[in-house]
Every structure is written in structure tokens, then in C-alpha cells.
T-cell receptor, first 114, second 114 residues
Framework: DAGVIQSPRHEVTEMGQEVTLRCKPISGHNSLFWYRQTMMRGLELLIYFNNNVPIDDSGMPEDRFSAKMPNASFSTLKIQPSEPRDSAVYFC????????????FGNGTRLTVT | AQSVTQPDIHITVSEGASLELRCNYSYGATPYLFWYVQSPGQGLQLLLKYFSGDTLVQGIKGFEAEFKRSQSSFNLRKPSVHWSDAAEYFCAVGETGGSYIPTFGRGTSLIVHP
């Protein structure tokens, strides 16, 4: 299995621009998570999906952030408009929806907003 | 709600020395416990997990962890550290009821001297 695939690996954009991060979970996994990692706040859960349905988006910082999962093999995290404080590494992870929820992480997208 | 504390932000050891990374959790019931490792530029990788049974669990790369209920701890150990073990280590706790979504600690950065 190729693991969780995220794209792009790096994104540099100017403040005010729209940013879309992409994720392909492991085939057969029916839970998907978006995390943000910063030095100041560590690893934060933004949102997670079960069977393509958003279950908990309480971690999404504000309305500028949105996430979708149109099918079992694809998810997006969009920031519009982006701000410098959104600069972080964004991780996607997937797991089975039952049991110990051992998460499988992608390699992340490093976002820099100037 | 559960929480995780990793008291050490950085740990420095010499190659070949033993290692112990501390993790304390707060949770009312028996938790699910995890250790993940993050190498630079990579996502988090599961090292080991505990659910029930033997309180000493073995993981990949020669790591082990011991669950001590009386101390609310789940410390990670390795008898002899290799230079390639230099990375960030995260402890996580998951609920045994409900969503099972793990909560991550802030991480401990391991530095290995030759």
C-alpha cells in the first residue's frame, strides 16, 4: 500500500490567496483526519470524517477553513482567504473507524503564507 | 476529556545509551495509549500501542513501553539508542468509549550524540 498521500508537499502563497490541500487515504480506511502542527500549539485535530461524513469540525479555527470528502479516496482542506498565521504543517491521517484507531499519517503539506 | 503530558521537551543521549521518554495521561477509565515517532519532514509513524493485557508492550525499531496505572504513565524505553532514532516522539491517549480519537502530547525531541 502506498500509504496516505498528500499534495502538495510544500505550498507558498501570499496572504489573501486561496489554498487547497489534498489527501488520499489508505484504501479501506473509512476514517480521515486533518491535523495542523505548529511549534506554538503542537498537533491539533482540525476535523475528522467517518465514511465521508464530517463528524467533528470543532477544531477548525474559523470560517476561512473548510474541508470536504466527496468520496472514500479523496479529501481536501481549503483555506480562503489565507493569512500568515495559517503557516504550519498540515497532516492528513486515516484509520479504520473501529478499534484502537491507530492513525496512519501522510508526510504533510508545509504551508507558508507570506 | 483525556489529556497527555510529556514533561521533557528535549532529551539528549549518547549513541548506545539507554533511553526513557516520559508520558503521563489523565483519563478516568482505562485508556488506549500510543507512541508515535516523527522523523524530520515526515508524518507520524506508530511505534506501539496498548489496549489491555500485558502492561509491557513491544513495538517496532526495538522500542517498548510500560503501562503503569498507579502512576498514570506510559513511558517509552529502548535499551540502546542508535543515531537513526533521533526524531520527535509523541505520546497519545484515546478514549475507550465514544470516538476513540487519540489526543496527542506536545512531543519530546530526541537528540543522539555520536
Amino acid at each position: 500500500d502506498a500509504g496516505v498521500i498528500q499534495s502538495p508537499r510544500h505550498e507558498v502563497t501570499e496572504m489573501g490567496q486561496e489554498v487547497t490541500l489534498r489527501c488520499k487515504p489508505i484504501s479501506g480506511h473509512n476514517s480521515l483526519f486533518w491535523y495542523r502542527q505548529t511549534m506554538m500549539r503542537g498537533l491539533e485535530l482540525l476535523i475528522y470524517f467517518n465514511n465521508n461524513v464530517p463528524i467533528d469540525d470543532s477544531g477548525m479555527p474559523e470560517d476561512r477553513f473548510s474541508a470536504k470528502m466527496p468520496n472514500a479516496s479523496f479529501s481536501t482542506l481549503k483555506i480562503q482567504p489565507s493569512e500568515p498565521r495559517d503557516s504550519a504543517v498540515y497532516f492528513c491521517a486515516s484509520s479504520l473507524s473501529r478499534g484502537l484507531r491507530a492513525l496512519h499519517f501522510g508526510n504533510g503539506t508545509r504551508l507558508t503564507v507570506t | 476529556a483525556q489529556s497527555v503530558t510529556q514533561p521533557d521537551i528535549h532529551i539528549t543521549v549518547s549513541e548506545g545509551a539507554s533511553l526513557e521518554l516520559r508520558c503521563n495521561y489523565s483519563y478516568g477509565a482505562t485508556p488506549y495509549l500510543f507512541w508515535y515517532v516523527q522523523s524530520p519532514g515526515q508524518g507520524l509513524q506508530l511505534l506501539l500501542k496498548y489496549f489491555s493485557g500485558d502492561t509491557l508492550v513491544q513495538g517496532i525499531k526495538g522500542f517498548e513501553a510500560e503501562f503503569k496505572r498507579s502512576q498514570s504513565s506510559f513511558n517509552l524505553r529502548k535499551p540502546s539508542v542508535h543515531w537513526s532514532d533521533a526524531a520527535e516522539y509523541f505520546c497519545a491517549v484515546g478514549e475507550t468509549g465514544g470516538s476513540y480519537i487519540p489526543t496527542f502530547g506536545r512531543g519530546t525531541s530526541l537528540i543522539v550524540h555520536p
